[in-house]
Structures are given as C-alpha cells and as structure tokens.
C-alpha cells in the first residue's frame, strides 16, 4: 500500500500543461469503461483545460496525486459546484479520479480526504458525492468512511454500456467534518 513517502497531493496548477495530458488519458479511461461518470464521449484536452480553468476561476480545489520519485500523474479531484443556481453557491460536488493500476491502494481515500479539507478551507458547507451505479461499492465505501452519509438513491437514471444505472447520493456536512 503506498504511504505519503511515495506520492504528492498538490493543487493543480493550469501553467502546467503536460499534468493536463495525463489528467486527460485518466478520465477518458473512466469514459470508456467505468460507471463513475456518466459521460459517453471523453472530452479531448481542450474541452478538460476549459473545464478546470472554470474551477479555478470560482475558487474551487483541484489536486492532483502524482508518484514522488517519477513525477507522474496517478489521479486527480476536484471539488466543483453542485448546481448552477446561487442557493447551491455554499455546496460543492466531489469528483475523484484514478489510474487502474492504482485504485485500492488508499490513494483515493488520501485524496478525498485532502480535498474535503481544501473545500472547508474555502468557506464551501457541504459536500454532495453523486456516484453513478449503485454497484460502485469502492465509492460509496470510500465516502461512507470519510463521514459521507447516504440521502438518496436516483432509480435506473443513467443508461450506459447496454444497462440502466442509478445514482447514490452521499452528502457530507463540512462545517462538522474533523478536517
């Protein structure tokens, strides 16, 4: 299991281009095979610069995990709006992201963990999880145990890969959170 000793969390900075090709290959990997996100065409690099560069601008976290030693890029999260509407402008919605071949290893939990922190910091009050199938056990786990509590399950509303999938909704209080 990787410790702090060989991996970084550090906020994403949009200067640095080449974290931007690897945040990319990442998420289209979850596109094309996961159930995490309900997206059926990755978006190209452009498309993830104009996103995380509307993040950056409203102040919301970006972190990116990346290897100590190689400097490479093993996942990435970010806490965005929940909603477009001015009543959401106090709640974030999280996103966390990992390669394949290092999921399960506690890295995601360190950086939900980081990024529940960062949002409290930035004056957010709450924190939506809006994980797409309800057979996402590692999510609903992982949030579960950073203090996440289930407030709703969203019936056959996403359709991908051939089947109807639902949606778990998981909501945690920051101003409560121990972070």
């Known amino acids: 299991m990787p410790n702090d000793n060989t991996y970084l969390i550090v906020p994403f900075d949009s200067a640095i281009a080449g974290d931007l090709a690897a945040v990319t290959a990442i998420y289209d990997d979850h596109v094309r095979h996961g159930t995490g996100s309900f997206e059926i065409t990755p978006p190209d690099e452009a498309e993830m610069r104009s996103r995380f560069a509307a993040l950056e601008a409203s102040g919301h976290p970006i972190l990116l995990v990346k290897d100590r ?3 490479v890029v093993l996942g990435f999260g970010y806490a ?3 909603k477009a509407r001015a009543a959401y402008n106090h709640t ?3 996103s966390v992201y990992l390669r394949s071949d290092v999921a399960g290893k506690g890295i995601g ?3 939900l963990a980081r990024l529940i922190a960062e949002s409290k910091a930035r004056g957010f009050e709450q924190m939506m999880a809006v994980i797409g199938d309800s057979e ?6 992982l949030h579960r145990a950073l203090g996440f509590v289930e407030v709703g399950i969203a019936r056959n509303v996403g359709f991908k890969f051939g089947r109807y999938l639902d949606v778990v909704f998981m909501q945690l209080d920051l101003s409560a959170a121990e972070n």
């Open 69 to 71: 030693e190689s400097d």
């Open 92 to 94: 974030v919605e999280d």
């Open 80 to 82: 965005g709006p929940h």
């Open 136 to 141: 996402n056990h590692a999510s609903i786990n």
């Open 109 to 111: 939990r360190a950086l």
